[in-house]
């Protein structure tokens, strides 16, 4: 059994950043990969970062430059800075994973971009 419980969701005003937090229970976090997605409401959910165990990362377009994905494996952990947020960032944002067959989805957190 795998449990994702994301955190540092919150309301924050255009070019503001915040740091979502993911934190992952049992022993396989460190040979899995992490996503990030994020759903606005009406939306479908959408990828916004990968990282790979070994650290390698991609991004959405929309993203790029502006969001970092890392991990700390030693803390199960794996985080999304997000910086010059735009209130088109405004959504859900969840932490996925997908171990021998299974996905796993935190329960996700609020991220709203306004002034």
């Known amino acids: 059994q795998v449990q994702l419980v994301e955190s540092g969701g919150g309301l924050v005003q255009p070019g503001g950043s915040l740091r979502l937090s993911c934190a992952a229970s049992g022993s396989m976090f460190s040979i899995t990969y992490m996503d990030w997605y994020r759903q606005a409401p009406g939306n479908e959910r959408t990828l916004v970062a990968h990282i790979t165990n070994g650290g390698i990362t991609d991004y959405a377009d929309s993203v790029k430059g502006r969001f970092i994905i890392s991990r700390d494996n030693a803390k199960n952990t794996v985080y999304l800075q997000m910086s010059s947020l735009k209130p088109e960032d405004t959504a859900v944002y969840y932490c996925?994973?997908?171990?021998?067959?299974?996905?796993?989805w935190g329960q996700g957190t609020q991220v709203t971009v306004s002034s």
């Open positions: 996925h994973t997908s171990f021998r067959g299974y996905n796993y």
